[in-house]
Structure formats: structure tokens, C-alpha cells
């Protein structure tokens, strides 16, 4: 997307001053614009690239907190089962007031293993659910297969999550621009914000590239893997932010839906099924930098992988290979909330996995936070790598 220039914002702005800014349009970005405009507040979003085309638009939009519960972190899987719990409704809301389809679909998980040492961290995976007390069931292979006729007859075992569900990321965040905008919030694609203006520890606006200034007493920054090189802030108010390389594969079935219905996960990735014959393989894991580049070895390992447990993947056809960016922290959780360095200055990233799952809850949180309620657990608070990044 070609860039804006400063003025072109500003002329296409009614005012130059709001309550917030909030600099990046991805989902979380997006859902907090939306929510923000709901509490009042004037809103003015800007994204350099075009909204919801980072990261969003390559997650495979599983809301998967049961399946991805980590027994160390119980205030991640409080926060992600939360978001999830609000996922219906909110997703009702947004196609209620768009009239746009986000993808939503209760379909469920199932976490396949395909040989004896899979099976073995699948029953301990299960223990753990159980001792967490989070819903889920053990399936010999023909109860999984009776369900998903297309899984190997080889498979192993298999567990059950019925409440992990998915949604399309591309869809939400068309319709989350869609209900932000009939909001009230100013939505700006491709405008870089230069650096977040702070004197005296307190916010008062961004700058433009072309040094234009739009005021504001909060700035948002929800820029994902981006967040931690935006210019202005000080050192101990940064939330380091590394990127976390993902690389997939749009797949489609010529003939149509029903080759899954469930999310299927396994070790090393996850087939999610769209529900209209589209399905998203993914996704390496890869510690790379900002690197997105497509390699031979990241496809072929998803494949390999996805070929054991579901063979008819490979009679499908493929329609894109997407690489993404998650934003990860050093504890991999996100900051959201409000720094007790810089006045006016909050942060809603670091999601790694969970930006889509989680994006419900950070735009009701941070619209709290900006209304002035303190609702974010010290677990996320962006303040708690003051020691990592001084
Ligand atoms: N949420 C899945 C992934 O990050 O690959």
C-alpha cells in the first residue's frame, strides 16, 4: 500500500487531537478502536500497511486456550479461556453491526498422536487438562476416526477439546475495521507513525514521518512484533518485543467442504478447516528475525507432518503460502495495560500464539484502562521487563 503522507492524514482527519491513538491496525488494534469508541472516547488508528495485512491476516484463528494451556502459566490460561468464553458474543456483535460473516465456528479440536511417543505426551497432556479442570476426552482411534473419517487409520490416539473453536482472521479484522469505523474511530492505512511524543514522562501525541504531530493524552501501541522499535519511548517504559516466524499453507479442496470438520492439531502444527473447503496448515515455529522468507524445509516439514495423520491433505490444492511475524515477549505473554513509567502511554502486545483468541478481551481491557479502571493483572503488566530491557 502506497504511503500517506502527513498532510493527506490530517486533511482526511476532522480533528488532529483525540483521546487515543492507537498505532497499529491489526486485530487487537482494531478490537481496542472498537471498544474505545463504545466507552466514548475519540479514536484515531494508524497502521503503516494496510489494516489487519500483518500478522492477522497470516494466523490461522484458532481459539484454542484448552489446547494450548501451558500448566505453568495459569494466568495466561485464565486470560485465554476468558477471551474465549467472551468469543460468541462478541463475534455476534461485530456481524450484527456489520452485516459482514467473521468465520466463527464451534466446530472443536482434536490433538492427534501417531505414534507411541505422541500417544504418551497426549495421556500426560490429558492428566494435566484434568488436574486444570479444563473439558476434554480421550478417543481411541476409531472413536477419532468415526468423527474425522479422514484421519490415517495409523493414528494412535487422540483427545478431544470440544470447546476449541476457530474463526477467520482475515474476515474479523475486515469487520472489526468496518464497526470501528461506523464507530466513529479514524482509521488510517498506510501512515507510519515516526515516534510517540513524551516530555516530562506523560504522552502528548505522535509524530508523522513528515513531521506532522497528532495530539493526544493516550497512545495505544499495538503494533505486534513492531511494538518494540517505536521511536520516543524511553528505555525503561519499552516493551521488548522479538518477532517469531510462521510459515503455513492456504490449502483448498476443488471438491468442495468435508474433509475435516475439526481443527486438527498434532505435533508440530494444525490443520484448521474454514468450513467451505479452505483449510490453513500451519505453522513453523522459527526464531529468525525478521526473516520471512518461504524455504523449502518449512513447507515440507508441515506436509510431511500433515500427510501422516490426514493423507487426503495432499490431494489439495494450494493457494497461498503465507509467512507471519508473532509478536513474542520474553516470558512469550502479552503486556497489556498501562506503563507506570510514561503517563498516557499503554500497550496491547506480545500475543505470540493467542493474538486472535485474546482479541476480544484486550479491546475490552484496554477501553477499560483507557476509561480509567485498572483491570489488567500484574501478570501482563507491560512494566515487568523494566530489568530486561535496561
Ligand atoms: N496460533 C497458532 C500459531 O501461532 O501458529
Known amino acids: ?3 500517506k503522507r502527513g498532510a493527506d ?4 482527519t476532522q480533528h488532529t487531537s483525540y483521546d487515543v491513538v492507537i498505532v497499529g491496525g491489526g486485530a487487537c488494534g482494531l478490537a481496542v478502536a472498537w ?11 494508524l497502521d503503516r500497511g494496510a489494516l489487519g495485512a500483518a500478522t492477522s491476516a497470516v494466523a490461522a484463528g484458532m481459539l484454542a486456550p484448552v489446547s494450548e494451556a501451558d500448566a505453568g502459566e495459569p494466568a495466561l490460561v485464565a486470560l485465554g479461556l476468558e477471551s474465549a468464553r467472551r468469543w460468541p458474543a462478541f463475534a455476534g456483535e461485530l456481524e450484527d453491526v456489520t452485516g459482514m460473516p467473521v468465520g466463527y465456528r464451534a466446530c472443536g479440536t482434536l490433538v492427534v498422536a501417531r505414534d507411541r511417543d505422541e500417544a504418551e505426551a497426549l ?3 490429558l492428566a494435566l487438562r484434568d488436574r486444570l479442570g479444563l473439558e476434554t476426552r480421550r478417543l481411541l482411534p476409531s472413536e477419532a476416526r468415526a468423527v474425522e473419517p479422514a484421519l490415517a487409520p495409523t493414528l494412535r490416539l487422540a483427545l478431544e477439546v470440544p470447546s476449541d473453536h476457530a474463526v477467520d482472521p482475515r474476515a474479523l479484522c475486515s469487520a472489526l475495521a468496518t464497526a470501528a469505523e461506523r464507530a466513529g474511530a479514524a482509521l488510517h492505512p498506510g501512515v507510519e507513525v515516526a515516534r510517540v511524543i513524551i516530555a516530562d514522562a506523560r504522552v502528548s501525541g505522535v509524530e508523522l514521518p513528515g513531521g506532522e504531530r497528532i495530539a493526544c493524552a493516550q497512545v495505544v501501541v499495538a503494533a505486534g512484533p513492531w511494538s518494540g522499535a517505536l521511536e520516543g519511548i524511553p528505555t525503561a517504559a519499552r516493551v521488548p518485543v522479538r518477532p517469531v516466524k510462521g510459515q503455513s499453507l492456504r490449502l483448498r479442496d476443488p471438491s468442495g467442504p468435508g474433509l475435516l470438520e475439526r481443527v486438527i492439531r498434532f505435533e508440530g502444527g494444525y490443520l484448521v478447516p474454514r468450513g467451505d473447503g479452505r483449510y490453513v496448515l500451519g505453522a513453523t515455529v522459527e526464531e529468525r528475525g525478521f526473516d520471512t522468507a518461504v524455504t523449502a524445509l518449512g513447507l515440507w516439514e508441515l506436509l510431511r507432518d500433515a500427510q501422516e495423520l490426514v493423507p487426503g491433505v495432499l490431494e489439495l490444492e494450494v493457494e497461498e503460502l503465507p509467512v507471519g511475524l508473532r509478536p513474542g515477549t520474553p516470558d ?4 497489556l495495560g498501562r506503563s507506570t513509567v510514561v503517563e498516557g502511554l499503554l500497550w496491547a502486545t506480545g500475543h505470540h500464539r493467542n493474538g486472535i483468541l485474546l482479541a476480544p478481551l484486550t479491546g475490552d481491557l484496554l477501553a477499560a484502562e483507557l476509561t480509567g479502571e485498572a483491570v489488567v493483572a500484574p501478570a501482563f503488566a507491560p512494566d515487568r521487563f523494566a530489568a530486561v530491557v535496561a
Not at 492524514?9 to 482526511?12: I, R
Not at 471498544?35 to 488508528?45: D, K, P
Not at 512469550?332 to 503486556?335: E, F, R, S, T
Open 9 to 12: 492524514v490530517l486533511s482526511h
Open 123 to 125: 495421556e500426560r497432556e
Open 35 to 45: 471498544r474505545a469508541r463504545a466507552r466514548g472516547l475519540s479514536v484515531c488508528l
Open 332 to 335: 512469550n505473554a502479552p503486556a
Open 1 to 3: 500500500m502506497p504511503a
